[in-house]
Every structure is written in structure tokens, then in C-alpha cells.
């Protein structure tokens, strides 16, 4: 598909709620199964283990940097549509915490299902000229500026992340969590491709 392909704010609107619901409903699983991330998400959930903040809370701080980034490098438009899709998991993410709750899950299962989940959100919000804020950013500038597809990039990211998680969770958590994180990139670098969705840089 062309990246020249323009959809409508209706588009747009309804893809950002869902992508981002998506994703915060794969965070779930994780924070619920005691499992990491990578990324920004991963610094909240490993942060969230040891204080009271919320992983919204944290998410959304933590993201603030980097929408700045957005701004400079793919214009106001992209950073934007990205502060508010982060805005949406931080909100979301909370409000499900209070929605449902689950006595125990497998952490395989929750591994599996949550890579699936956040890589299929994030993928709707890519093609909405969008992104969750953090690593993605910098993953989609690789992708725009060396041709690096956004996956592999964000990929290296998150494993470097689960690896200094090695001394806060359990071998079996980390290795989930690991496996988790190669999912969701793997579902990425399969599916988001630098000549279909291309993040037009700033004039």
C-alpha cells in the first residue's frame, strides 16, 4: 500500500482509540502475570513494581521527552497524534486496572497473548501516522533516516531493557518476558513495512 494514502480524522480517531485500547488491554496481561516489557512501557511496569505510582502515571512521564523528539524530527501533526495515543494507554491502562482483575494467570500464556495484543495496537496506531511515544520514535526515525525497519530497532531496544530486568524478576518471569517482547517485534518487523507507512519527516 502507498504510503501517499491519506485517511480521514474519522479514520484516524476511531483507529487511535482502538489501537491504543489494544495495547493498554496487552499491558494487562503483563502487569497481571507479574511480566516486563521493553521500552518505555517496561521502565513503567519494572518502576510500578517498587512504588505506588500507576503505570499510567509513569507511562506518560516517562514519554514526555520524546514527544518533543517527535516534534522536531516529524512535525507537529505526528507528535501530536502521539502524545494523545500515549495519553489514551496511560488512561486506559489505569481504568482497566479497575475494570478486571484476574486471580491467576499463566505466565506462557500471558507472555503470549500480550505480545500479540501491543503489537497489533501499535500497528494500528503506526498507520494512523502515530505512535505510543518512547522507543517507538526513535525506532521509526531509524526506520525513516537509515532504513532500518522499526522492529528490528525496537527489538534490540527491549531486550537490552529485559536483560538489566535481570535482578528484579525471576529467570521464569524474564525469559516470558523475553519472549513477550520477540512477538510483538517479530509481528512488527513482519508487518510494518518502511515503503508502505512511511513517517514523512518535517519540512
Request: hydrophobic residues 55%; charged residues 10%; aromatic residues 12%.
Amino acid at each position: 500500500m502507498s504510503s501517499s494514502i491519506k485517511h480521514s480524522w474519522q479514520e484516524d480517531l476511531v483507529a487511535i482509540l482502538a489501537g491504543t485500547f489494544i495495547v493498554a488491554q496487552g499491558v494487562m496481561f503483563l502487569k497481571q502475570a507479574g511480566l516486563l516489557s521493553g521500552g518505555i512501557a517496561g521502565l513503567a511496569l519494572l518502576v510500578n513494581q517498587v512504588t505506588d505510582l500507576s503505570f499510567g502515571t509513569l507511562f506518560f512521564v516517562l514519554n514526555l521527552p520524546f514527544y518533543l523528539m517527535a516534534w522536531q524530527r516529524f512535525g507537529r501533526q505526528f507528535a501530536v497524534r502521539s502524545l494523545i495515543a500515549g495519553s489514551l494507554v496511560s488512561v486506559f491502562a489505569d481504568m482497566i486496572d479497575n475494570l478486571f482483575v484476574v486471580s491467576w494467570l499463566s505466565p506462557v500464556y500471558s507472555a503470549i497473548i500480550a505480545g500479540l495484543l501491543i503489537g497489533v495496537g501499535m500497528l494500528i496506531v503506526f498507520r494512523h501516522n502515530a505512535s505510543l511515544g518512547g522507543f517507538n520514535i526513535l525506532a521509526l526515525f531509524c526506520q525513516d533516516k537509515f532504513g532500518v525497519r522499526a522492529g528490528n530497532v525496537q527489538m534490540a531496544i527491549d531486550c537490552a531493557i529485559l536483560v538489566a530486568s535481570f535482578f528484579v524478576v525471576s529467570p521464569w518471569l524474564l525469559f516470558c518476558s523475553v519472549g513477550s517482547a520477540i512477538i510483538l517485534n517479530l509481528l512488527l518487523t513482519m508487518n510494518h513495512k518502511p515503503e508502505r507507512y512511511r513517517v514523512a519527516p518535517a519540512r
